[in-house]
């Protein structure tokens, strides 16, 4: 598995580059412009503008490289010309897509690290202005992390447990569309088409029985979130109730869904 995941991270080494250099792209452009504005005492709706261009540029690349790194790229597997490589080489099936698994968790880890920085600028020069004079980007920053995330550390690593959840099922999801829609469809719109629609009918289905299952047990995990003084005016502590049944039917089913997808691999995919 650890040369499955070196040769996949090799082979994205260009797309990556290419992705956090549209994101140091854009996003610097807009910070540029909101400095400039800033020394001059404030940011117009044309400045703003950029902000929202960069936000959405970063925030759209991040979501679909969400599901593809979630997947491992594993469409690139099932019909690029080169599969065969892949396919061919002496590993069982969990550990070809375990190994493209890891290598797009780690792929996606810098797109959402990258994209965190960029809003954590966007948010200081912003919130900056908010609190009014005499707050700079930087004190901003300094509260962001270490008061408001010092005192949300439980929340922090709640919210986490929860995204890797949701990724590991995402993923297993779509990996095990692909392959299923790949073992039985040969023609690839065809197999497209069937692919999207199990993603959807699963994930429906899973996320209604998941509520269902909380509900029923009254299984919760509440997510309280404490704000620090400068954050007052603009909301108040919350709780958040999180159904743990919907977040232990997606662990059982993510497991079930790659056990799935490993088995096609190895006896149903052809080349």
């Not at 620090?228 to 108040?236: E, S, W």
Request: aromatic share 12%.
């Amino acid at each position: 598995m650890k040369e499955i995941i070196k040769y996949q991270l090799k082979g994205r080494k260009n797309s990556i580059v290419l992705i956090l250099a549209i994101f140091a792209g854009v996003n610097a452009l807009a910070l540029t412009i909101d400095a400039i504005a800033f020394s001059r005492g404030g940011i117009e709706p044309g400045q703003a503008f950029w902000t929202f261009v960069a936000s959405t540029v970063t925030g759209v690349l991040t979501t679909v490289m969400f599901f593809l790194c979630g997947s491992g790229h594993v469409r690139e597997l099932l019909y690029r010309d080169s599969a065969y490589l892949m396919l061919t080489v002496p590993r069982r099936g969990w550990e070809i897509l375990g190994g493209r698994f890891i290598a797009g968790l780690a792929e996606f880890a810098l797109y959402a690290v990258a994209a965190a920085l960029f809003a954590s600028a966007h948010i200081a020069f912003f919130g900056s202005m908010a609190l009014g004079i005499g707050h700079s980007p930087l004190e901003v920053l300094s509260s962001l992390y270490g008061k408001f995330l010092a005192q949300n550390l439980g929340v922090a690593a709640k919210t986490l447990l929860i995204g890797l959840t949701f990724y590991a099922l995402t993923g297993s999801l779509v990996t095990f569309a692909a392959v299923a829609s790949r073992s039985f469809v040969k023609n690839k719109k065809i197999a497209t088409a069937v692919a999207i629609a199990i993603f959807f009918i699963v994930a429906n289905w899973a996320s209604k029985l998941g509520i269902f299952v909380s509900e029923r047990l009254h299984w919760f995990w509440d997510i309280n979130i404490v704000p620090i003084d400068g954050m007052r005016p603009f909301f108040d502590a919350s709780l958040t109730p999180v159904p743990m049944g919907a977040i232990a039917l997606a662990v059982l089913l993510a497991v079930a869904l790659f056990a799935a997808a490993s088995w096609l691999l190895e006896r149903k995919v052809e080349i």
